[in-house]
């Protein structure tokens, strides 16, 4: 690497880019950003740049504007074919020209073209957006400003206009030039608690003595090397409510900007039941391409994504009902089948599936999830046994939409939970699929336990259906309700639920109210929500609830450019120009015609590296994008001509680098501190449990406890009884005792066996459970054998 004052493009020029600066407000659980890019033109001739970033899938871009040497410049959201023609016939007449544009195969994938920088001149592109937070299971608000853009997976020539084909090649961390700020304003009648981050933050400092407001910001320093997350929680965040918020004055009613927008939340109280279903097909997709080898995160002993991908699904096996059927797909550029078709859930095949995931490897090449999901959508339904899909990936795919419509138009047959693993997930992939389909997403990057996150959907999956479910409203005479966002089909307890609609109509009375009802019927019982709320409209200068009310239609229909239908385009094309949010079919573009004189000479082109997520000398299989890359498809054929080879030297390193790290892996795992051990052993024990949820009392078990076999016999309260039934109530104690902070992890597993001590020792239980805590030295409530 040539230089030492910032980052240098292939040609050793200097890159454009200098930082970027965010300024997060956050409100309740909504968020809206202003991020900024600043550029400056160092060479002496004139530049085209173009960048590729990420953007989280339910981000609502409304507003594109540049401050070029003093001077604003308001970007116009048009026709994507009209606004790329403008642009290219700015640029070549010599006028400073930008264009914001969604990529055509993802929602997650943005590109920023900046055409006819001048020698010397500096420019600030600034574009906002708004967004709601999602709800973690602790009750935090998690907010992540992404950073890491994957290489997204595909054939060649099989992406047309799209910034996701181009290849760029990586600098090392410490050469990256750019910078990240971001200072974060956290508003909420609630009152704020505290404030994480994967990150290093300030101090937060409460602006006001009840702790309803707050700010936070990144520590100096800090390179756009990762995704950026912050968790917020407040003191209250189950709270349903209404805003309604007010139209544009200046325009007409009747349309989506002019009357007033509505944004429902809900938390519906639906009862715990202990009464699982029983039922069910079952079947894992399992990513099992190149890219899996990446660790989970950037910590020295960091789990490779695959690895913890098996352990994850050992115990998602572990923890299915007895009646069940199962099946695992292995997928990357093919797939394979652990069973031709879904077998029926015994200790047989649950062995059998056991001993085929600890022979899983990341090593079938790239990431092409169509087929196999195709497959499984072929396979007969089996009558009384639902189908419940659970996709684990990195989400390093391509064809976003086609996948997202394939799994859409089989969504009455089943439901998809799917999991984005490491960095730079897609955002659109996960949450879609997920979405059309009346499923749950998960994203597990930093130190998240994937064993978490993943249990807890395997808990809504088995949660008792919610059927009959309605919306009402009871609205003054001459008002109605006109939903933006589908009618809810599914309800998960614990889960929060929004809606939006328009109010049509004139309200006769300053002070009128309406009410809305959710109602469900669960296990043959009725319930119903209602929340009663004021018509009267609050002003908003951003229009945000009618910014996430039009993003919320948007996404209902926007498939891409080339899977939606020819009249679902004409709906999003109307909504996406009459609220300014973009969408598939449009883009921003902004043209600075008040230049003393056309830009002159020719137009130099600049390919712009992208930083590797590790340092320099350290060779891991895992590369990632960040920030930029170029995107220079237009301008001339040229840059049509990387093909595949980046790919392919991607995946033959990672199989390279898994041989050269086998031993030092080794060598770090028998450094593990005791919290990883503790791991282990959980593991190890929940790998020793059958399919009826019982153990066996083997010396194998004994390794865990830690007691001999000789006195496990010895303390065995009645020898009548089954040996197992012994071996399985000190497994249960055992939980209890040592790995109670993993307890969402293994409740299901532990359900069953408690279920099948009582079948086997019934009234000796209590004595069993007293002996148990003796010989483990534990004191376990008695009461958690309650059957």
């Not at 099992?288 to 115990?315: F, H, V, W, Y």
């Amino acid at each position: 690497m040539e230089g030492s004052y910032g980052l240098i493009s292939l040609q050793k020029k200097p890159v454009a880019l200098k930082s970027i600066s965010v300024t997060l407000s956050i409100h309740e659980f909504v968020a809206a950003v202003s991020a900024t890019l600043n550029y400056e033109n160092e060479e002496k001739v004139p530049l085209e740049t173009s960048f590729v970033f990420p953007m989280d899938e339910d981000s609502a871009v409304y507003s594109f504007e540049a401050l070029v040497d003093g001077n604003k410049i308001v970007a116009e959201l048009q026709d994507k074919m009209e606004a790329q023609h403008n642009y290219e016939s700015a640029i070549s007449q010599g006028h400073q020209a930008y264009l914001l544009e969604e990529d055509s195969y993802s929602r997650d994938v943005f590109c920023c073209n900046v055409g006819n920088l001048q020698p010397g001149s500096k420019v600030e592109l600034t574009l906002r957006y708004v967004q709601e937070l999602s709800l973690e299971a602790d009750g935090a608000l998690r907010y992540v400003l992404p950073a890491i853009l994957n290489p997204r997976y595909h054939l060649f020539g099989q992406l047309v206009d799209s910034c996701l084909d181009m290849k760029t090649p990586v600098v090392p961390l410490e050469d990256l030039s750019y910078t990240l700020s971001m200072v974060a304003t956290i508003r909420s009648q609630r009152g704020i608690q505290r404030v994480h981050s994967n990150c290093p933050l300030s101090a937060v400092e409460f602006l006001a003595d009840d702790k309803t407001s707050a700010q936070v910001s990144l520590a100096e320093g800090h390179k756009f090397d990762r995704d950026v997350e912050l968790l917020i929680y407040y003191s209250e965040v189950h709270s349903p409510r209404v805003s309604v918020e007010m139209g544009m004055p200046e325009k007409k009613p009747d349309s989506l900007m002019g009357d007033p927008s509505v944004m429902v939340s809900f938390y519906p109280d639906i009862p715990e039941d202990e009464a699982s279903v029983t039922c069910g097909e079952f079947v894992f997709l399992m990513d099992c391409s190149g890219s899996m080898q990446c660790p989970m995160n950037n910590q020295d002993r960091s789990q490779s994504r695959i690895e913890a991908a098996k352990e994850t699904l050992i115990l998602l096996l572990k923890s299915l009902p007895i009646g069940c059927y199962f099946n695992i797909y292995q997928f990357g550029s093919s797939y394979k089948e652990f069973f031709p078709k879904s077998v029926k859930y015994t200790q047989q095949t649950m062995e059998e599936a056991v001993e085929r995931i600890k022979l899983m490897g990341e090593d079938l090449g790239g990431t092409e999830i169509l087929a196999p999901l195709q497959s499984i959508y072929r396979k007969p339904s089996i009558p009384g046994h639902p189908l419940q899909l659970f996709v684990f990936t990195d989400g390093e795919v391509a064809e976003t939409f086609t996948v997202i419509k394939e799994v859409q138009s089989n969504s009455k047959k089943h439901r998809c939970f799917s999991f984005g693993i490491g960095e730079g997930a897609s955002t659109s992939l996960i949450k879609s699929i997920a979405r059309v389909s009346g499923g749950t997403s998960e994203f597990i990057t930093g130190k998240d336990r994937m064993q978490f996150k993943v249990l807890r959907s395997l808990k809504h999956s088995l949660q008792p259906a919610v059927e009959d479910i309605s919306l009402s409203w009871n609205l003054p005479p001459g008002v109605s309700a006109n939903m933006l966002s589908p009618e809810p089909t599914v309800i998960f307890r614990g889960q929060r639920l929004i809606l939006y609609a328009r109010l049509t109509g004139m309200m006769k009375e300053a002070e009128a109210t309406g009410e809305i009802f959710l109602k469900y019927m669960l296990q043959g019982k009725r319930f119903e929500d209602k929340l009663t709320f004021s018509l009267q409209s609050k002003s908003d200068a951003d229009f945000t609830i009618h910014r996430l009310a039009a993003k919320s239609f948007i996404q209902t229909k926007d498939l891409g450019l080339n899977e939606t239908p020819a009249m679902d385009k004409e709906d999003i094309l109307k909504i996406s120009i009459e609220s300014g949010v973009i969408s598939s079919f449009t883009a921003f573009i902004a043209i600075n015609k008040e230049l003393k004189q056309p830009v002159q000479g020719p137009l130099a082109y600049r390919q712009i590296p992208r930083p590797s997520k590790f340092r320099r000398g350290v060779i891991r299989p895992c590369q990632s994008f960040t920030a930029q890359m170029p995107c220079l498809r237009r301008r001339s054929c040229l840059a049509r001509f990387e093909d595949q080879e980046t790919e392919h030297v991607y995946f033959k390193k990672a199989l390279q680098v898994k041989k050269i790290t086998h031993s030092s892996n080794n060598r770090t795992n028998l450094q593990s501190d005791h919290r990883v051990v503790r791991g282990t052993e959980l593991m190890q024990l929940i790998d020793l449990q059958k399919a009826n949820g019982s153990w066996d009392l083997n010396k194998d078990l004994t390794k865990v406890l830690g007691v001999s076999l000789e006195d496990l016999l010895a303390a065995h309260p009645a020898q009548h009884v089954d040996s197992s039934a012994w071996a399985t109530v000190l497994a249960v104690v055992w939980l209890h005792t040592h790995g109670k902070d993993q307890k969402m992890e293994w409740e299901l597993l532990e359900r069953k066996a408690v279920a099948w001590i009582h079948i086997q020792a019934g009234s000796m239980v209590p004595t069993f459970v007293k002996a148990a805590n003796v010989l483990l030295k534990s004191s376990v409530d008695p009461a958690v054998f309650a059957p």
